[in-house]
């Protein structure tokens, strides 16, 4: 890892496995700029949710995994939120998809308005990246935590948020998610018990936006359908 992030990276696998989350065990204290992990256990979260939409996982357990972060992250430097880069991630959609700009601006002014009036809710731990891809399952529970170098103080309803938009964007992934709307029906059911529903849309909106520009680095000859769909996608999770 670039110098020091691998010390940071132990840190934060110390706190998080003394705490229950379950993340991949820690071989030993960096050596040179390397942290060596054992392999997590499980598939990702994305094979159950391509062959059934999750239906066996439980929303209160991928909330549980929030629950269990350790207190002692919010000690730890805090970075921006998906939808704290709005701005940043719209012009990046626009200039992937130049004929769509001013539906674009639309969307960043809206979005813009609701992030500024909706209720965020309190800063507590959070994971800062959490969706389907750094969620491992075995026995239909969430068995692994990956990619934990964001987390440290945030808001619930961003980590919820992060996991909503990534699932409504699958379907743009690959043709093989059909499940998708009965997944986000599911979990956005049980999310909204926890935070502000109006929050949880505009910012579920605002990870959906902040995935259009990738659609270009995807390597696909109809990436640009892709990110119109992905723009498609972010529009209407506003009505979430």
């Known amino acids: 890892m670039r110098a020091g992030l691998a010390t940071r990276l132990h840190h934060r696998h110390t706190l ?13 204290p960096p050596v040179a700029d390397v ?6 256990e499980g598939e990702v979260l994305a094979n159950a949710i391509m062959a059934n939409g999750a239906r066996q996982v439980e929303p209160a357990d991928v909330v549980g995994i929030l629950d269990r972060m350790p207190a002692d992250l919010l000690e730890l430097p805090r970075r921006d939120a998906w939808s704290d880069r709005t ?8 200039t992937a998809l130049p004929d769509q700009a001013r539906r674009i601006r639309s969307l960043v002014d809206h ?3 609701q992030l500024a009036v909706t209720d965020r809710g309190p800063v507590v731990p959070t994971h800062g990246d959490f969706y389907e891809a750094n969620l491992l399952v075995q026995q239909n529970r969430i068995s692994c935590v990956l990619d934990i170098d964001g987390a440290g103080p945030g808001h619930r309803v961003d980590d919820l948020a992060c ?11 690959d043709r093989r998610y059909v499940h998708v709307d009965e997944a986000l029906r599911r979990f956005h059911g049980h999310f909204t018990a926890g935070v ?5 849309a505009c910012r579920s909106a605002a990870v959906a936006l902040s995935l259009v520009a990738g659609a270009r680095d995807s390597g696909r000859r109809d990436w640009q ?15 979430l």
């Open 16 to 28: 998080l496995a003394a705490a229950g989350v379950p993340v991949p065990v820690v071989l030993g």
């Open 35 to 40: 942290l060596a992990l054992e392999q997590g």
């Open 87 to 94: 701005p940043d991630y719209g012009h990046a959609a626009a």
């Open 111 to 113: 979005l813009q308005r």
């Open 163 to 173: 996991f909503l938009g990534h699932l409504a964007v699958l379907p743009a992934v």
């Open 196 to 200: 502000d529903p109006a929050a949880l």
């Open 225 to 239: 359908g892709s990110a119109r769909q992905r723009l498609d996608i972010a529009e209407s999770l506003l009505d």
